[in-house]
Structures are given as structure tokens and as C-alpha cells.
């Protein structure tokens, strides 16, 4: 059965529409008003639904929501100008496929024709997908991500929900709770498994090279660009990029990834010439966005851009009946690594341990405590002896290791502001000093919220 489409009054780009739509292969209909694509919706199977926000006879969101009443199978794709960006949002929200805007600029077809093709390439895995859904209520796992309990069941749905959307995402959690293997489970689901995934750690990249990193730049743009690099933004291609620890971007670089994200192009260092964005967007961060918007350290804009969808990764604490699981695939994991044959199963006592700790670092902790217990482990099971000793004295409350650590933390604080004194402020001569290297430094200037410390005169 072929593919069929229906177009709500879009002015005057309903031609243009109606020849990309059918070149695509789809049989197009055309309603004039909001009242008349409902009676069509009536007596026809449609599969896309083609909109203005401002769709004559009613609201373009109470559109979609009646789309969505009258047939919940229908993609619904929203046209936009500058003025009702906030509604096509608000439409996405509700269930719209995705928006196209002609914000500050004419119309281009070819921003609709490649939108409908990544739609058709998702509703040609939509009926696996559904197969999938059915299934995953009765797995252990999905994709490299491990549990059963009910919070886990809710993120593999709603990864099987979004992995053929374009638009940006939103993965919060805490450290260690699996941010990133969400990210390459929403791209493995995808209609682009098999373009690339490119993770970038937002964190870890000094602020003089994060911006090179992600867009690239051509040869002579600055001191040392001997020839043209290309960012990852475009070496991902039509995939995935993994935006790591999103809040900690500069926000000067914040600006530079909204006008991306927004007109699905951005420049290279040192030209004028635009690259188009064919990469779809996954960031994570660990902190509290919204605080960071109030504090003015993360732009508000930006934030909406990328809050389409979020995922809530739950922290281990919240679903500990999946400790057993997460345990048993460690096991295994490490042992084969090791090229070991025998099999070696954790006691009830310490497992019972497990259960009962806090886990603050998740997921990512428990998997170090298992690595740390097989290596102890002489014989064919894990004891409770076998477990890190911060564990076993720290169950359900804050160990003495993490206070020693709060004290470790304030020291090497107290290290790398003598050292900047020391240099001048010299970042480069500090991390000599220290015996760290230059992306470490700029890493725990960050993190210690140093990055603005004033060049001072070396300490007499």
C-alpha cells in the first residue's frame, strides 16, 4: 500500500510542499482548513500530515491534538515562521513529528525534502520497532543497558518512542547512572545505526579547543592551523552527536550551538561558508540546568532548544532490584576479559551488602566495586571480605572514604591556586608544576570554578 499525505493550508508554499511530498512517493491531499483535514482523517488512512502552526479554523497545536485523537499512527509535521517557534515547540511536545522555520531567511525546499526522508526512513522500522516494544517488558536488558525493574522498563520504551526523531535530546542523571550508553541505545534504534556516533566530552576539552573541535576550521584560521580540520559536528554525518556534560560549554560556544541547532547550519573557524547540520543532537549533563539558567551560567534559550525531549535517568539507589543483574553481567563481562573459564558466582551476605549501600556514584561505582572484588576473590565466590572496605564500613550513609575525599578535593583546590600564583597565572607552567597535563588542568579549573582566576604577580 503506498504512502499518503495530507497537506493543511501552508499558503503560499503549499505547491512547493504538495511536488516535494509527491516526489517522495506519497499520494497528497489537500485541505484548505483545520475542519476539512479532520473529515478526511475521517474516512482515509493517513500516514503524514503536513501543517501550518497557524492553520486556518483552528490553533496548529489543537490541530495536532486532534490529529493525534482521530489517528495516534499519523506524523505530524508543523510549519513555523519566527513568530510561532514557541507553538511548533509546544506541538512537539504533544507528538509532532518535528518543524521546519524560515527564521531570518526564505523558504528551502530542501530543509522539507530531507525532514520527510528521515520520516520515511522511520516509519519503514516502525512496525519492528512495535515488535520490539512488545518484547521488551520480558528483557533483562536492552541493548548494553541492564535491569528489569519498572524504571528501567519505562526508559527502554521511551527510547524505542524517540530513537526515529531528529530533534535535539536531553539525557539528566547523575554521574555514573548510564547517560551515554541511553545516547548509543537511542542511536542503535535509530533508522542512522549505521552512520556514525560521535561522543564528545564537554568537559574534559579545554576552552581554546572545544570550539575547533566541534566545527572544524580550515587552514590559517589561527596560529597553528596548518591545514583544514573537520569538526565533529560534520564527521558525524547524518548520525549522532553526543554532547557529554552539555553545561559545562562556555557560553560564548552555547550561542554558536543554538544558531546550529536552530538553522541546522553552522561556519567553520575562519570562513564565511556555511556547512549544513545533518547530525542529530543527544546531550547530557549531570547538573541542575535550570539553576544554571537562573545563575546565568547556561542560556535559557539554548536550554529550551535542547528540553524537547528528556530522559530521567534514575539513579541506582531508586531501582536496586536490578543490582543482581548489574552484578551477574559484570561478572561475566570481567571474566571473559580476563580469558578466564571458570565461573565464579557473589554470597548472599555480600550481595546483600550491595543492596543495602547507597551507591552514590551508581551504576558506574558498582561496576569498580565488582571489578574490585574479583580481583580479591581467591576462590569460586564473592565474599564480603572481597568487597572495598569503604563499602562494607559506609552501608547506607556517606563512608569515611568520601569524607576522606571531600578533604582530598580541597587540597588539590588549594595546590592549583598556589600554583596559578606561583606562574602568574600561567595555566600551562601551573600544570607543569603540578605534573599534570594541560587538558587536566583546564578540566579542575572548571570543576573548582577557577577558570576566571586573575593573572597575579609570581609570589615573592
Known amino acids: 500500500m503506498g504512502k499518503s499525505a495530507l497537506v493543511v493550508d501552508t499558503g503560499s508554499l503549499r505547491a512547493t510542499c504538495v511536488d516535494i511530498l509527491k516526489a517522495l512517493?506519497?499520494?497528497?491531499?489537500?485541505?484548505?482548513?483545520?475542519?476539512?483535514?479532520?473529515?478526511?482523517?475521517?474516512?482515509?488512512?493517513?500516514?503524514?500530515?503536513?501543517?501550518?502552526?497557524?492553520?486556518?479554523?483552528?490553533?496548529?497545536?489543537?490541530?495536532?491534538?486532534?490529529?493525534?485523537?482521530?489517528?495516534?499512527?499519523?506524523?505530524?509535521?508543523?510549519?513555523?515562521?519566527?513568530?510561532?517557534?514557541?507553538?511548533?515547540?509546544?506541538?512537539?511536545?504533544?507528538?509532532?513529528?518535528?518543524?521546519?522555520?524560515?527564521?531570518?531567511?526564505?523558504?528551502k525546499a530542501d530543509d522539507l525534502r530531507h525532514l520527510l526522508q528521515r520520516l520515511v526512513?522511520?516509519?519503514?522500522?516502525?512496525?519492528?520497532?512495535?515488535?520490539?516494544?512488545e518484547e521488551v517488558s520480558t528483557l533483562q536488558g536492552f541493548g548494553r543497558l541492564i535491569?528489569?525493574?519498572?524504571?528501567?522498563?519505562?526508559?527502554?520504551?521511551l527510547i524505542l518512542k524517540i530513537a526515529g526523531k531528529r530533534h535535539p535530546m536531553l539525557i539528566l542523571g547523575e554521574s555514573g547512572t548510564g547517560k551515554e550508553?541511553?545516547?548509543h541505545a537511542i542511536h542503535a534504534y535509530s533508522p542512522w545505526h549505521d552512520k556514525p556516533f560521535v561522543p564528545v566530552d564537554c568537559g574534559a576539552l579545554p576552552p581554546t579547543l572545544i570550539e575547533s573541535e566541534l566545527f572544524g576550521h580550515v587552514r590559517g584560521a589561527f596560529t597553528g592551523a596548518d591545514q583544514t580540520r573537520l569538526g565533529l559536528l560534520a564527521s558525524a554525518e547524518s548520525g549522532t552527536v553526543f554532547l557529554d556534560e552539555v553545561g559545562e560549554l562556555p557560553v560564548a560556544l552555547q550561542v554558536k550551538l543554538l544558531r546550529a541547532l536552530q538553522e541546522r547550519e553552522?561556519?567553520?573557524?575562519?570562513?564565511?561558508?556555511?556547512?549544513?547540520?545533518e547530525a542529530r543532537i543527544v546531550a547530557a549533563t549531570n547538573r541542575d540546568l535550570e539553576a544554571a539558567v537562573k545563575e546565568g551560567a547556561f542560556r535559557k534559550d539554548l536550554y529550551y532548544r535542547l528540553n524537547v525531549v528528556t530522559i530521567k535517568m534514575p539513579p541506582l539507589r531508586e531501582h536496586r532490584g536490578d543490582i543482581p543483574a548489574l552484578v551477574h553481567s559484570f561478572v561475566e563481562r570481567f571474566r571473559g576479559e580476563a580469558g578466564e573459564v571458570d565461573g565464579i558466582s557473589i554470597s548472599?551476605?555480600?550481595?546483600?551488602?550491595?543492596?543495602?549501600?547507597?551507591?552514590?556514584?551508581?551504576?558506574?561505582?558498582?561496576?569498580?566495586?565488582?571489578?574490585?572484588?574479583?580481583?580479591?576473590?581467591s576462590g569460586s565466590e564473592i565474599g564480603v571480605g572481597d568487597l572495598p572496605a569503604s563499602l562494607v564500613n559506609g552501608i547506607g550513609g556517606k563512608s569515611e572514604l568520601d569524607q576522606e575525599l571531600t578533604t582530598l578535593q580541597q587540597l588539590e583546590k588549594q595546590a592549583i591556586v598556589q600554583a596559578l600564583e606561583q606562574t602568574g597565572g600561567?595555566?600551562?607552567?601551573?600544570?607543569?608544576?603540578?605534573?599534570?597535563?594541560?587538558?587536566?588542568?583546564?578540566?579542575k579549573l572548571k570543576e573548582y570554578r577557577l577558570e576566571d582566576a586573575p593573572e597575579v604577580p609570581p609570589s615573592a
Open 25 to 107: 512517493g506519497f499520494d497528497v491531499r489537500v485541505a484548505s482548513s483545520a475542519a476539512r483535514a479532520l473529515a478526511i482523517l475521517e474516512s482515509a488512512q493517513i500516514d503524514v500530515v503536513l501543517a501550518d502552526v497557524c492553520a486556518p479554523g483552528a490553533n496548529g497545536v489543537e490541530l495536532l491534538k486532534a490529529v493525534k485523537r482521530k489517528s495516534p499512527g499519523t506524523d505530524v509535521v508543523m510549519m513555523a515562521d519566527s513568530g510561532t517557534i514557541p507553538e511548533a515547540v509546544e506541538a512537539i511536545k504533544l507528538g509532532a513529528y518535528d518543524y521546519i522555520s524560515n527564521i531570518d531567511r526564505p523558504f
Open 121 to 133: 526512513e522511520r516509519q519503514q522500522l516502525a512496525s519492528e520497532n512495535r515488535l520490539l516494544r
Open 147 to 157: 535491569g528489569a525493574s519498572e524504571a528501567m522498563q519505562a526508559i527502554y520504551h
Open 181 to 183: 550508553l541511553v545516547a
Open 266 to 277: 553552522f561556519k567553520a573557524i575562519g570562513t564565511n561558508t556555511p556547512t549544513r547540520l
Open 348 to 377: 548472599d551476605q555480600a550481595l546483600s551488602r550491595l543492596m543495602s549501600y547507597d551507591w552514590p556514584g551508581n551504576v558506574r561505582e558498582l561496576e569498580n566495586c565488582v571489578q574490585h572484588a574479583l580481583a580479591l576473590a
Open 426 to 443: 600561567d595555566r600551562l607552567r601551573a600544570a607543569k608544576l603540578l605534573g599534570i597535563g594541560k587538558t587536566t588542568i583546564y578540566r
